[in-house]
C-alpha cells in the first residue's frame, strides 16, 4: 500500500490583503488546512508545500515580499518537500513533482490551499490527467469574487468541475475519519 501525500497550495499571507483581491469565501479554510497538516505530521505522511512566486511587480505573492511567506497555520510545518511556482499547476513548478511522487511510489494525494478555482483546481486537474488518485478538500481551500460569479458560485463549480472526473471532492472531517 502506498502513501497518501498532503500537498498544501499557496497558503501565503499575500492571501490576507482584501484591498487587492476582494471579497472570499470560507472562512474556516485555515482551520481546515491546519487540521489536515497535523493530522498528516502525527502519522508521518507525505507532506509537500507549494508557494506561488509571482513575477508581478504589485503582487503580494512576489518572492522577497512578506506576502510570499507561508500562512501562521503552517508555523511548525515538517514538509518532505518545499517549491515554488509561477503558473497555476504544482506540477509545472521549479520541482517535476510528478518524478517526486512517483519516485517515492507515491500514487494518491491529498490537494488544499489557496485559491479553490485557479491553483488548486488546475493541479487537481493535471494530477487526474496524470493518473494520481486525487481527493480534493474543498473546505480546505477559498477564493476570491471574480466580476463574472462570486467565490461561492466560483467554490461550487470547482467542486462540480472535479467530481468524478480529476478528483473524490471531499470535507476535511471525512479525510480525517478515512485516516483513523
Same mark, same amino acid.
Given at each position: ?6 500537498? #498544501?497550495?499557496?497558503?501565503?499571507? !499575500?492571501?490576507?490583503?482584501? =484591498? ?6 470560507n472562512p474556516g479554510a485555515e482551520a481546515n488546512i491546519k487540521a489536515l497538516l497535523d493530522?498528516?505530521?502525527?502519522r508521518r505522511l507525505p507532506v509537500v508545500l507549494v508557494h506561488h512566486d509571482s513575477p508581478?511587480?504589485?503582487?503580494? #505573492? ?7 511567506? *507561508? ?21 509545472? =513548478? ?14 494518491? *494525494?491529498?490537494?488544499? !490551499? ?12 493535471? !494530477? ?12 480546505? $481551500?477559498?477564493? *476570491? ?22 478528483? $473524490?471532492?471531499?470535507? $476535511?472531517?471525512?479525510? #480525517?475519519?478515512?485516516?483513523?
Amino acid at each position: 500500500m502506498t502513501e497518501t501525500a498532503l500537498i #498544501l497550495i499557496d497558503v501565503q499571507r !499575500g492571501f490576507d490583503d482584501p =484591498g487587492f483581491w476582494g471579497p472570499r469565501n470560507n472562512p474556516g479554510a485555515e482551520a481546515n488546512i491546519k487540521a489536515l497538516l497535523d493530522a498528516w505530521q502525527e502519522r508521518r505522511l507525505p507532506v509537500v508545500l507549494v508557494h506561488h512566486d509571482s513575477p508581478k511587480p504589485d503582487s503580494p #505573492l512576489r518572492p522577497g515580499q512578506p506576502g510570499n511567506d *507561508f500562512k501562521p497555520e503552517l508555523d511548525g510545518a515538517r514538509p518532505d518537500l518545499v517549491f515554488g511556482k509561477q503558473v497555476n499547476s504544482a506540477f509545472l =513548478g521549479d520541482v517535476d513533482l510528478d518524478a517526486w511522487l512517483r519516485k517515492r511510489g507515491i500514487a494518491s *494525494f491529498v490537494l488544499a !490551499g489557496i485559491q479553490t478555482n485557479f491553483c488548486c483546481e488546475t493541479t487537481a486537474r493535471m !494530477g487526474g490527467n496524470l493518473g494520481y488518485d486525487v481527493t480534493f478538500a474543498l473546505d480546505a $481551500t477559498f477564493t *476570491f469574487d471574480l466580476p463574472e460569479a462570486s467565490a461561492d458560485e466560483l467554490y461550487r463549480v470547482t467542486a462540480a468541475n472535479l467530481a468524478n472526473q480529476f478528483a $473524490t471532492v471531499k470535507s $476535511t472531517k471525512d479525510i #480525517l475519519a478515512g485516516l483513523s
